[in-house]
């Protein structure tokens, strides 16, 4: 019985030196935390920063003006403009393997043929190379 | 000193014993009781409570931000957003030398006026703003200053990454980010909430480089026509998205007050009602199509002009014979237009009127729609000025959503800046048959073909459209030297993708067009430079047909001229 003062008084010792483990380490970890949650809202504030800058040096007035300066471009004309139907399509073209879709094979091991030589293949075509247009079908990209 | 005796306690020794016993264990297991409650109380509060007791220490500026939403164009592009900026303050009770500190501040921070400055330090409250929204530059310039009392704050400030180009669309804000113009102020609650609520922007059906299309378009053709405004819309003919929007002159939302003149701060497009003159005859073409009326052989007297009340109404191209229906329109005939309506009658073309959504004012998202101005009495006289265009004023909004149902198929959408409005408010609606809308449309493609609005064809893209010019009404008339000229058009006509309405206000003519005000010479151009730019933008192909089936029919009905 006189021993019960003595038990608790240990165990007390014990459970505080351990809680107060336990808070420090919650402490450390609360810490970070709020570093981390700083940091994510610190990034996101330069996200925006960044974004607007982007905005800022991508408006259509500043691309045309920088356009206009260094690049030789100008608007398409309707002319340059042709869907696939009415490009006249040379016959080892369309047989070429080159203007062929690529063939999306999974490796299966033993069984499977080495790919075409695809470009070793083709008729050097010169000077008939086909204009580089962008082709559209009718209302496409809506 | 009395000592307590064993005759004292009436109780006997054994009982007593027992009962202390009990007592003792009873009061050790209050009292356990209690400080197991107080433990598991301290654990709680050393683990739980002290986690929020820190999120609420630590809430900075970072946090505040957003405050509204951004706003984006159907690309994603940006179009207005919130920055964290420093703003600085000071307590001028801790401010030393108020003149000294004034003037070191005022050199390192732009717009800043000393003597104001000082007088704000050396006032007696304990608050003082010396510069809102400074920039990183002015803030450290300060900070290396050393001024005690100075303090920074952080706020936020919306930018307007596209300036100018989203003034009367996107509108601006207060200096506290308050809407007050635009959709920053009709969706101002809306941008608050979204940013609350991490919704993500507020898409617009907007596309920035059509904008910019027409914004330069319009700004060249004010230039070179010495115009007071000029006004564009470019609207998805099938939905009635409006994809571009702008009004001239304008200014920049960054630094709304910057303005010279409130004409700036007009919208021109949706806002400004005007008389729009002939392009109105697209709609009694509608209307007597539509309801039989008149058929496309049928001539009308245009011969001399009508004489109605104390009104005169006479053709500016006057061809002075019988006239049929594709003729009227191409020539813009007014005595036509008058005679058709006259046949209609004034109740069924009120009532056509109604049906396209003209005489009301519009329900669209800017506060700054404007309300038509109808006449208040539909009588002959009216009926008839208002079938081609006069006596009547509305927006160039109202003119580009009305000939989108006339030339899509024949339905009616509400007109809207959002890329994906609310379900519920969709208004849609037939309001011609399809056979009328094609008609509409190889009678439009026929005015760009070989009529008012020849200088509108844009090669490879198929233009229709109607010309209309209007003398604006001054006191107690017209005045024939300030117009409104405008010309609304469609394309690829036989399959209308989008329809375009151009306006300028009060353009001179000039050499290039030989003194002539006109809207075919003044603002068809417009269009013909502004669809090549924005059709491969659209994904609109050039049309391999080089004119609307129905208009080779209508180009056989004309009488040919006879040049003399």
């Known amino acids: 019985m006189k021993h019960i003062s003595l038990i608790t008084f240990l165990i007390l010792l014990v459970v505080s030196y351990g809680f107060y483990q336990l808070q420090y380490e919650v402490e450390l970890r609360q810490d970070r935390v709020a570093k981390l949650e700083n940091q994510i809202a610190q990034d996101k504030a330069d996200i925006k920063v960044l974004e607007a800058e982007w905005a800022l040096l991508s408006r259509p007035k500043r691309l045309q003006q920088l356009s206009d300066r260094f690049l030789e471009l100008a608007p398409i004309d309707p002319s340059q403009i042709r869907s696939v139907d009415e490009l006249a399509m040379r016959e080892e073209h369309l047989e070429g393997a080159a203007f062929a879709p690529r063939q999306e094979k999974a490796p299966t091991g033993e069984d499977e043929t080495p790919p075409a030589l695809a470009v070793a293949e083709v008729p050097s075509v010169g000077a008939e190379r086909l204009p580089l247009v962008p082709v559209f079908n009718r209302g496409a990209g809506q | ?564």
């Open chain 2, 1 to 564: 000193m009395r000592t307590i005796t064993a005759q004292d306690t009436p109780i006997a020794p054994g009982r007593t014993l027992r009962s202390v016993r009990s007592r003792i264990i009873f009061t050790v297991m209050l009292f356990g009781l209690a400080f197991a409650g107080l433990s598991v109380r301290v654990v709680d509060l050393g683990l739980s409570a002290e986690a929020s007791a820190w999120s609420a220490a630590r809430s900075g500026a970072a946090d505040m931000l957003p405050a509204r939403a951004d706003i984006v164009d159907r690309n994603g592009t940006l179009l207005a957003t919130d920055l964290k900026t420093i703003s600085i303050s000071a307590n001028p009770q801790k401010v030393q030398h108020s003149g000294e500190a004034a003037q070191q501040l005022a050199q390192v921070l732009g717009g800043v006026d000393p003597a104001v400055l000082e007088r704000r330090l050396s006032s007696t409250s304990s608050f003082a703003w010396i510069k809102r929204k400074v920039t990183p530059e002015e803030q450290h310039a300060v900070n290396q200053l050393g001024i005690p009392g100075i303090t920074f704050r952080d706020e936020i400030q919306r930018l307007y990454p596209q300036g100018s180009l989203t003034a009367h669309v996107v509108g601006y804000n207060s200096i506290d980010n308050e809407g007050l113009s635009g959709l920053e102020r009709a969706f101002d609650e809306e941008l608050r909430d979204r940013a609350a609520d991490n919704e993500g922007p507020l898409r617009l059906a907007l596309d920035m480089r059509v904008q910019h299309a027409m914004h330069e378009e319009l700004g060249a053709a004010m230039r070179q026509f010495n115009a007071a405004g000029a006004a564009g819309i470019v609207m998805d003919a099938r939905t009635s998205q409006v994809v571009a929007l702008v009004s001239l002159p304008d200014f920049d939302p960054n630094d709304p007050g910057s303005a010279a003149a409130d004409r700036q701060y007009m919208n021109r497009a949706s806002q400004g009602v005007y008389e729009m003159g002939s392009t109105f005859k697209t709609y009694t073409m509608a209307l007597a199509l539509e309801h039989g009326v008149a058929s496309m052989d049928d001539a009308y007297d245009a011969t001399h002009p009508i004489q109605i009340s104390r009104f005169t109404i006479r053709d500016d191209h006057p061809k002075a014979r019988w006239l049929n229906l594709p003729e009227i329109f191409m020539y813009s005939s007014n005595i036509g237009t008058a005679r058709i309506v006259a046949d209609a009658g004034n109740g069924l073309q009120k009532d056509f009127m109604q049906t396209l959504g003209l005489l009301n004012r519009p329900d669209f998202e800017l506060p700054e729609t404007g309300t038509p101005m109808v006449p208040e009495n539909w009588r002959n006289v009216q009926s008839m000025t208002v079938s081609y265009g006069y006596g009547i004023a509305v927006s160039g909004l109202q003119v580009a959503n009305s000939i989108a149902a006339l030339v899509n198929g024949g339905t009616l959408h509400r007109p809207t800046l959002l890329l994906n409005p609310d379900a519920r408010d969709d208004i849609s609606r037939q309001v011609i048959s399809a056979e009328t809308s094609e008609q509409v449309q190889a009678l439009m493609r026929l005015v760009v073909e070989k009529g008012t609005g020849r200088n509108a064809d844009a090669p490879g893209y198929l233009v229709g459209g109607k010309t209309g010019t209007a003398e604006k009404s001054t006191y107690g008339g017209y005045n024939r030297d300030a117009l409104v000229t405008s010309f609304v058009a469609a394309f690829p006509i036989d399959d209308p993708q989008y329809v375009v309405f151009v306006m300028l206000d009060e353009p001179k003519g000039n050499e290039s067009t030989y003194g002539f005000a006109g809207a075919g010479w003044t603002a068809a151009p417009i269009v013909r430079g502004l669809v090549p730019r924005i059709a491969p933008l659209l994904g609109v192909a050039p049309s391999k047909d080089d004119s609307h089936p129905m208009t080779r029919e209508l180009v056989r009905m004309i009488t040919p001229e006879v040049r003399s």
